[in-house]
C-alpha cells in the first residue's frame, strides 16, 4: 500500500485473549493509560503516523431489559475510547502538520441493529465525530475516516453466536455477497484509508459488509 512503509501506527484492542482483555478494560478508557502508551511508543519508534481505534464491545440483549451498568460499560469502550485516544494524539500530529485516524465503527449505527440499541448508538457516536473531527483538523494535514463492518467472523461475533447459532446463520444468508465478512476484509480498508493513496478521502464512512448495507 502506497505510502505506509516506516509508518508508525497505533492500534487499540489489536490483541486477543488477556491481551484484549486487559485493552478492554484499562487501555481505551483511562485518559492516563492512553497518554503513556502513546508516549512509550513514540519513544521507542518515532513520531505516531496512524492512529486506528479498533478496540469494542457489545453486549446483545433487547434494550427494555438491558441495565445502565451496560451502557456505561458500551458508551465507556466504544465511544469514549476513541475519543481518549484521539484527543491524546492529535497534539503531536497537529504539531507534525500530518496524521491519519482511522476508527472501526459499524453498521449499527447507520441503520440500527436489534438487541444492540446503546452499541449502535456508541457505534453512531464515533461516525459523528469522525465528520466533526475531521472539518477541525484537515487545515493541519490529519485525514479523518471511519471504516463500518458488517457481520465479521471474528471471536466477538463467535462469543454471541455461542448463545445463538441462528443468529449468524441468519447474519450469513442476508449478506448479498452470502457469507461472513473475514477480519482481513476490514484491514485492507483501513490500511487504504491510513495510506498515502487515500491523501483526499476524509470524514468518509466506509462500510465493508458484502453489501448488507448500502447506504
Not at 482483555?21 to 513514540?42: C, G, H, K, N
Amino acid at each position: 500500500m502506497n505510502g505506509l512503509d516506516g509508518k508508525v501506527v497505533l492500534v487499540t484492542g489489536a490483541a486477543s485473549g488477556i491481551g484484549r482483555a486487559i485493552a478492554l478494560r484499562l487501555d481505551v478508557t483511562d485518559a492516563a493509560s492512553i497518554q503513556a502508551a502513546v508516549a512509550e511508543t513514540e519513544q521507542a519508534l518515532g513520531p505516531l503516523d496512524v492512529l486506528v481505534n479498533n478496540a469494542g464491545w457489545d453486549e446483545v440483549e433487547p434494550f427494555v431489559e438491558s441495565r445502565v451498568a451496560t451502557w456505561d460499560k458500551l458508551l465507556e469502550i466504544n465511544l469514549k475510547g476513541p475519543l481518549l485516544c484521539a484527543h491524546a494524539v492529535l497534539p503531536g500530529m497537529i504539531a507534525r502538520g500530518s496524521g491519519r485516524i482511522v476508527s472501526i465503527a459499524s453498521d449499527a449505527g447507520r441503520v440500527g441493529s436489534s438487541g444492540e440499541a446503546v452499541y449502535s448508538a456508541a457505534k453512531a457516536g464515533v461516525i459523528g465525530f469522525t465528520k466533526t473531527l475531521a472539518r477541525e483538523v484537515a487545515r493541519h494535514g490529519i485525514n479523518v475516516n471511519v471504516v463500518c463492518p458488517g457481520p465479521t467472523d471474528t471471536p466477538l461475533l463467535a462469543g454471541i453466536g455461542a448463545d445463538n447459532p441462528k443468529l449468524v446463520e441468519a447474519l450469513s444468508r442476508a449478506v448479498p455477497l452470502g457469507r461472513l465478512g473475514r477480519p482481513e476484509e476490514v484491514a485492507a480498508a483501513v490500511a487504504f484509508l491510513a495510506s498515502d493513496d487515500a491523501g483526499f478521502i476524509t470524514g468518509q464512512t466506509l462500510s465493508v459488509s458484502g453489501g448488507l448495507t448500502m447506504v
